[in-house]
């Protein structure tokens, strides 16, 4: 599929390779392995998924070099997205700071080079909104990379309408990611899906399963590891836990009718819209179920009936804590 209008060809399901590395403050959605992450990404390519996406902020660096591994002596097969923003000091410690200042952008798109062992980024997007600092600012220094070869296209993450034009005006942005799923439909709430059809621009949805919750895997708060992090957002609180299984069990209940996963329901759903999801998995047995989901046909009644179950509007819970909702634009 073309994903914007400047050229970019991807496969229609991509793979978000964060939890494939942990974080300092330990892994986000469990524990590591990285001969098994190593695999998934081999066995993507070999089904046709080749688009990875990534950022310096994993690990910090760490996601950037596992792919570098992953990837070596095939470099021109993938097609690689990274991410900038969250700054990350020279003693590649996160300060929980955005910047989008001119020189940041030089310093971080160097790092992310040498950390994926390649010459050019396929797509680079600024991660948060730098609010300190003009978008124009920004995505100036990131056309300059295109210039220079460094970087292929142009991409934001968790922006505003209002962002995404005034960006554009600069140079033309390729991609938008923000998280997107039958959970999460704020991006269509606030015009922004419309925005981006206007400009010809391209939707990538990260956590295409509600971070979890449309795998119909999670039952209860045990159904978690210890270490991860999504104990302490809203959506897994027991304001709406749930209230969200009960969600997920209406689509489990189509999704077998159909005689697939509630997961490839989910998936199938996405990519019915002409959106891009990037389902994050670490395990090839997932990675197999999330591309087979690619061969699942929607009516528009089944479009209706699963977006009646979730309507517009539904209250599902934050996905970020306070801090987190506070950086997105």
Not at 13 to 35: H, K, P, R, V, W
Not at 145 to 173: C, D, F, I, N, Q
């Amino acid at each position: 599929m073309n994903l914007g209008s400047e050229g970019l060809v991807v496969p229609i399901i991509g793979l978000g390779c964060m939890g494939m590395t942990g974080f300092e403050e330990g892994n986000m959605y469990g524990e590591a392995d990285e001969q098994e992450a190593i695999a998934t990404i081999h066995r993507s390519l070999e089904l046709g998924g080749n688009f990875l996406d990534t950022a310096d902020l994993y690990g910090p660096f760490k996601n950037e070099q596992l792919i570098a591994k992953a990837i070596h002596g095939n470099r021109n097969k993938y097609i690689i997205a990274t991410k900038f923003g969250w700054e990350i000091d020279d003693n590649n410690k996160v300060t929980w700071a955005i910047n989008g200042k001119k020189e940041y952008v030089k310093k971080a798109v160097e790092r992310s080079l040498k950390n994926l062992n390649t010459d050019y980024i396929d797509l680079y997007y600024m991660h948060r909104l730098d609010k300190t600092t003009p978008i124009e600012e920004t995505v100036a220094a990131m056309s300059e990379l295109v210039k220079e070869g460094k970087v292929g296209y142009l991409g934001l993450s968790e922006v505003s309408s209002e962002t995404v034009k005034r960006a554009h005006a600069v140079h033309p942005v390729t991609a938008v990611q923000s998280e997107y799923s039958l959970f999460e439909r704020t991006t269509e709430e606030r015009g922004i899906l419309n925005t981006l059809k206007e400009l010809g621009i391209g939707f990538v949805a990260y956590s295409p399963l509600g971070r979890g919750f449309l795998s119909g895997q999670i039952r209860t708060i045990d159904d978690l590891p210890e270490n991860d992090f999504r104990r302490a957002i809203p959506r897994f609180q027991e304001a709406h836990f749930y209230k969200n299984i009960e969600l997920v069990k209406a689509i489990e209940a189509m999704a077998g009718e159909k005689n697939v996963t509630s997961s490839q329901l989910a998936l199938a759903w996405i990519m019915n819209k002409g959106i891009l999801p990037i389902p994050g998995t670490k395990r090839r047995k997932y990675l197999e179920q999330n591309i087979a989901a690619t061969q699942i046909e929607l009516t528009e009644a089944d479009m209706s009936r699963l977006e009646s179950i979730v309507p517009l509007g539904t209250d599902t819970g934050d996905p970020y804590d306070e801090f987190s909702m506070g950086l997105i634009d």
